[in-house]
């Protein structure tokens, strides 16, 4: 087995502290000389992590085919100073792969003690939402405007190091290190992707509030979030459902903009037993006060007649949680608020209503926060 160390110079801009301990976090790939655990084998395990001095940087390779169970052995050792290990993928590919391999040679995987964090699989509910065509490395790359360029696909590596065991060319194994250490350099590039569940799901404080104008004919909420959750890449993004909101985010800036409705909306009571239903005034009232009304301008309300009207702005909302609730019909499943100067004063309500807005929006499973 060769083993490789060295420290090297690495500027990472996404803060690896909300992954897990800086002190005990790594970041890893491993090389395979194919895709079945039970045919084919590890031939190279790197692992990159913060020191005092900059990242250190450990790669095992396997010179001969029975070098194997040391490379692996040697990777485990290490694992037990770590608690956090980063990579992608790995949940799918490299973990189970390497637990296969463990578990033929009789040696102990110690990934049960090891928080995994899989930069693939936190990204992926994200994947529509960023406009990503796939979940490839390089398409996390392009998104993040990282420019990486891959002389070897997976196959020729294969190929490269069947021809190293063959003629021990120096030149093949530099290769075959080089281009591990290129990926995992690039590893924690992609970790801004991560970015967004954490930028979504924090609290923002109000900028301002833009009523509609002519020239904007929408309704603004201008909210400012935490400047060490700032995006890499902005975002504009629009209700699949319903095209009421529209999302601006840039850096630690976010803008909601909701469409105004005008017209006629009726809050509807909920107990309609209770009302009548004034036919000249086509509104409901309460049955202590409708008592009085002559029976032949009311009757008894129904659902689809049990309500009040008014006319005016409102905006939409997802659920109807901010009260009075209005529909334009009892059928209807959309609910509205009327739009008053003062409509979303409520710090509280105003913060339910922004994670309604962006819930509805983002639409993304599992909701917004990093697991």
């Given amino acids: 087995m060769i083993t490789i160390e060295k420290t090297i110079s690495l500027e990472i801009s996404y803060p690896i502290s909300r992954l897990g301990d800086p002190e005990s976090l790594a970041f890893f790939d491993i090389e395979t000389t194919g895709f079945s655990a039970s045919f084919h084998s590890v031939y190279l395990i790197g692992v990159l992590f913060p020191s005092r001095d900059g990242f250190r940087f450990l ?25 956090v290990l980063v990579h992608f993928n790995g949940d799918t590919f490299d973990i189970p792969f390497l637990k296969k391999r463990a578990e033929r040679f009789g040696l102990p995987a110690p990934f049960e003690r090891v928080k995994s964090v899989d930069i693939y699989k936190r990204a992926k509910p994200w994947k529509k939402i960023l406009g990503l065509k796939d979940l490839k490395q390089k398409s996390i790359e392009g998104f993040l405007h990282i420019s990486r360029e891959d002389q070897y696909s997976g196959g020729q590596l294969i190929e490269i190091y069947q021809e190293y065991l063959k003629t021990r060319e120096q030149s093949l194994l530099s290769l075959l290190l080089l281009h591990n250490e290129d990926d995992l350099k690039g590893m924690p590039a992609l970790l801004p992707v991560l970015s967004y569940p954490d930028f979504f799901s924090q609290e923002f404080s109000l900028c301002k509030i833009c009523p509609p104008a002519k020239d904007k004919p929408v309704f603004q909420l201008v909210l400012e979030g935490r400047p060490e959750l700032s995006l890499p890449v902005s975002l504009t993004a629009v209700s699949p459902d319903r095209p009421d909101y529209e999302i601006f985010a840039e850096k630690n800036r976010l803008t909601l903009s909701i469409r105004p409705y005008e017209g006629v909306f009726r809050h509807f009571f909920p107990n309609c037993k209770d009302y009548y239903y004034l036919i000249y005034e086509d509104t409901a009232v309460h049955k202590s006060v409708g008592e009085y009304v002559d029976r032949q301008a009311r009757k008894k309300a129904t659902r689809e007649t049990c309500y009040t009207k008014k006319e005016g702005s409102f905006l939409p909302q997802p659920s109807p949680l901010i009260t009075p609730e209005f529909k334009r019909s009892w059928k209807e499943k959309d609910f509205f608020f009327e739009m008053t100067p003062n409509c979303l004063d409520d710090p509280e309500k105003r913060n339910a209503y922004i994670k309604e807005i962006l819930r509805a929006v983002l639409s993304v499973p599992g909701g917004f926060s990093s697991p």
């Fill in 59 to 83: 790669q095992w390779f396997a010179d001969t085919p029975d070098a194997e169970p040391e490379v692996l052995a040697s990777f485990f050792s290490f694992l037990e100073n770590s608690s």
